[in-house]
Structures are given as structure tokens and as C-alpha cells.
Nanobody, 121 residues
């Protein structure tokens, strides 16, 4: 099947930077949109950023100008470069991908297990 695995989370001071990575493995024809979500304790999951297969991007207002999403299709990987981090950015960050199956070309969304990002002094 398909597996997405995040990495790069950790503890960082306010104003610092961190880069998250998410690699997809398994059997698939292609991956259309890829996105990063986050969820803090007691809060709903929210979408942080999304990138299409052609490179078009969308960002949540709360991270616009501070975060950058990118992807490397040859490596089946999506990245989230986070700068000027704030305590409010503390959350578990999840990646997902709109995965197209070979043969049938049916699309479904797969999720990673998440990586913890903590912004604190």
C-alpha cells in the first residue's frame, strides 16, 4: 500500500526555524496535491499549507510569510520550511497526499503519523 512518514520535528525557541519532511513510499501512479496540517491539544485540525503537483501553493493566514511548502516529485517528498516560529505554532504536524492508484487511477488521501513541533523558551 502507501505510507507517508514525517520527520524533522522537535523543540525550537521562538523566532527559530525548522524544516519538516514527508516522504511517500509504496505503489502508486502519482500524487496530486500534498498538504501539511497541524493539531494542537484541545483544538481542531487545521490545514497549514497545500501544494499541487504543478507547484501552486496555498497557506493559512496564520503562517503566510513565515512558512514555505515545497515538493520534490522525483523523491516523492513534500517539505515545510518554518521560520519566525511562535509558541502558537506548537502542534503535531501531519502531511497528506492525494494518491492516484496505478491502473484504476482512483484517488484517495493518505496521512502520515505526525511529528511534534514545540516552540518554547
Amino acid at each position: 500500500q502507501v505510507q507517508l512518514v514525517e520527520s524533522g520535528g522537535g523543540l525550537v525557541q521562538p523566532g527559530g526555524s525548522l524544516r519538516l519532511s514527508c516522504v511517500a513510499s509504496g505503489t502508486f501512479f502519482s500524487i496530486n496535491g500534498m498538504a501539511w496540517y497541524r493539531q494542537a491539544p484541545g483544538k481542531q485540525r487545521e490545514r497549514v499549507a497545500r501544494i499541487t503537483n504543478s507547484g501552486s501553493t496555498n497557506y493559512a493566514d496564520s503562517v503566510k510569510g513565515r512558512f514555505t511548502i515545497s515538493r520534490d516529485n522525483a523523491k516523492n517528498t513534500v517539505y515545510l520550511q518554518m521560520s519566525s516560529l511562535k509558541p502558537e505554532d506548537t502542534a503535531v504536524y501531519y502531511c497528506n497526499g492525494e494518491v492516484v492508484s496505478p491502473g484504476t487511477y482512483v484517488q484517495r488521501v493518505y496521512w502520515g503519523q505526525g511529528t511534534q513541533v514545540t516552540v518554547s523558551s
